[in-house]
């Protein structure tokens, strides 16, 4: 019999319940055959009893880098009753929890990167994510309706702006990374400066709310960038009449990993969606993109 079926052990309650310690733990639940709801909810168990996972991301990646595989493949494997019993499921609370810890675990992602590549032991192309976020942006650069934009900002750049070197490789113009958190900005210009991008990629740290975006006519608002509200609302006062904006989204079970954009009536009053670029099944792609148009300005 194959090692992995003798491995297997039916009864995922037990199994994870039975276990000392994080990382007996999270290596019972990736032994375990399980079903959708069963793994997830496992896994929520194991965040739940272990902060630290989310506290030290950095210092307790080796633990939270299998558990956010493992929630991942749960997510692009799931069928279609997984799809239809996921709204019973999970409580606010449960939801929250996992998306901070998905938030957590990208972070610390972003920052063991940047140190490996100012390190010049990787290079941009080793990053994980690379390739997710190259589909991602040339989707989101598909979406644009103008071609002769000049500036583009970037909100929530993070520790490794791999969106704004994407955009920028694609639309051929200088971008702004913008991030509230002076450590994201601090290591994000030290890579900037190691790939040599200084003269296209710019980082700026902005901790109020309320800066002016009038000099850009392509705006991309980061899925982590928080609260939505806020940062449209303040887009909407000083952004440009024609500028694009694109705000990006999570979907169905998705949002396991990352927390969905609430589509909220007020909103709604400031902006219509004039295209939608939805992900779903069983791409690892995770991010979905809204194209906004403002209404009630210019
Ligand atoms: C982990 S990064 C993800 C972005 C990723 N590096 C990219 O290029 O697509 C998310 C960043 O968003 C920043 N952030 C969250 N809310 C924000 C806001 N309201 N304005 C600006 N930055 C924000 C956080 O500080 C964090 O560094």
Redesign the pocket.
Known sequence: MHLDLLNTIDNVEECVSSTVGCQAAISALMRCSSSFHEGVGNALRIIRENPQLISEAEANFHLLDPLVEYLEAKVFLANDVDQLLFGLGYGREDMELLNNAY?AW??AL?KIFVERLCAGVSSLSDYRLNSR?QRLLKREVSMLSQRNHRRAL????????????WLHKYLGISVD?????SD?VERSRGLIAKLGLEGSINIIH?DS?HYDVGAYDVIII??????KK??LDNIHASARPDCEVICRTSSGLRSVLYEPTPILTEILEKYSIADARVISGAADDTISSLLLRRVGRG
């Not at 970037?154 to 070197?165: D, E, H, N």
């Open positions: 938030c990208e972070t972003e976020f970037f909100i929530g750049s993070g520790p490794f702006p791999i969106s704004a070197v990374g913008l991030d509230l958190s994201a902005e709310p980061a899925l982590l960038a928080k609260p806020v940062i």
